[in-house]
């Protein structure tokens, strides 16, 4: 595996890896039908949303790293009560 699929597939890099892979197998099961997996691709999208912004307030806060670890991340997601997006 190349370095970019490591760190797509790494869930301390990408916080939307459950997202991801929701909107590829509904790909897979609908045939590629785009059309049809309209709402895994919105969940996806608001997803990295979210978690950019997170990026973004902690780069201006100074807390290293910018990027939550996979733990800190359910932390903080059970702290406000699931999924915001």
């Known amino acids: 595996m190349d370095k970019t699929s490591r760190r ?3 869930q301390d890099i990408n916080p939307c890896l459950e997202e991801s892979d929701a909107s590829h197998k509904c790909l897979d099961s ?26 973004v307030q902690r780069r201006r806060d100074g807390i290293k790293p910018e990027m939550p670890t996979a733990a800190e991340r359910l932390e903080m ?3 406000i009560g699931g999924k915001p997006y």
């Open 8 to 10: 797509i597939s790494n």
């Open 30 to 55: 609908c045939n590629y039908d785009r059309s049809k997996c309209s709402a895994y691709f919105q969940r996806y999208k608001n997803c990295r949303k979210y978690w950019h912004n997170i990026m």
């Open 77 to 79: 997601l059970s702290a």
